[in-house]
């Protein structure tokens, strides 16, 4: 089963209002009319607009980094899933690493958030990988294994197919220090089988997992090339453009 490759920009807590519409339009601009691979830039919430208006009808989709998984209401200072499909999200990025270790993000709540967004028809990238004391403690698989089972609690079949996951092993980010090809892939394949064990094999087979940490346009094509790696989340690359169009141009094009 073939899945399309899927490479998203998080932006992170990076550019200003400028650079973020300068960096979009460069990436709208240089990303070749004939590829074939599904791209979408995670900008902060506050450039969402801005940003989707520079894409205009570039194939091209924004996400959010994150949402809070309630209906309009008294919770000063959040976004909810509605307000990011208002502003042209189609993706929004969930139970990243930095949430779950700066703000204390759960998987309980990571599983309240991806309801909240396949309700409200956005495609979550659920985020998941262990910590370099974890790798080192040979505990990568039980970690990812409950981190999984965590926030896709309550998922059936069907909106499982409708999720991206990303394995983001937590050392490789924004250390330079990639997971070998090999290392990556044996997560995927163990991550794959778990899916497998969850929703059944056919879904399984359809859902892709990104990898994410350090991906760079040198490493990209070795790193996309594993069989169930199906793309990349990356952070510092995507802020640059030539970089970013980089890795899109290294993704198998079949
Ligand atoms: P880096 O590509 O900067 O390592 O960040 C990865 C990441 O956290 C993407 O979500």
Not at 91 to 101: A, D, F, K, M
Not at 120 to 140: D, F, K
Not at 152 to 159: F, M, N, V, Y
Not at 215 to 236: C, F, R, S, Y
Request: charged share 20%; proline share 5%.
């Amino acid at each position: 089963m073939s899945r399309r490759t899927f490479v998203a920009g998080n932006w992170k807590m990076n550019t200003r209002a400028d650079a973020a519409v300068a960096l979009a339009g460069a990436v709208r601009d240089g990303l070749p009319s004939d590829s074939r691979c599904e791209v979408a830039l995670c900008p902060p919430s506050l450039y969402l607009h801005a940003v989707r208006q520079t894409l205009g009808d570039s194939p091209i989709g924004v996400g959010g980094q994150n949402l809070y998984p309630e209906a309009d209401g008294a919770f000063t200072g959040e976004i909810n899933a509605a307000m990011l499909v208002d502003v042209g999200c189609r993706y929004v990025i969930l139970g990243h690493s930095e949430r779950r270790q700066l703000m204390g993000e759960t998987d309980q709540d990571v599983a309240s958030k991806c309801r909240a967004a396949l309700d409200a028809g956005l495609t979550p990238i659920v985020c998941i990988g262990e910590t370099l004391e974890q790798r080192e403690a040979e505990m990568t698989n039980s970690v990812v294994d409950s981190q999984i089972r965590g926030s896709l609690h309550g998922l059936s079949p069907e909106d499982a197919a409708r999720i991206v996951l990303a394995y983001e092993p937590v050392w490789a980010i924004g250390t330079g220090r990639t997971a070998t090809p090999e290392q990556a892939e044996a997560v995927h394949a163990f991550i794959r089988a778990l899916l497998g064990e969850l929703f059944g094999e056919a879904v399984a087979n359809q859902i892709r997992i990104q990898y994410g940490g350090s991906v760079k346009p040198g490493n990209a094509a070795e790193l996309l090339g594993q069989p169930n790696i199906d793309g990349a989340l990356v952070g510092g690359a995507s802020l640059k453009a030539e970089d970013f169009l980089g890795i899109i141009a290294a993704a198998p094009q079949s």
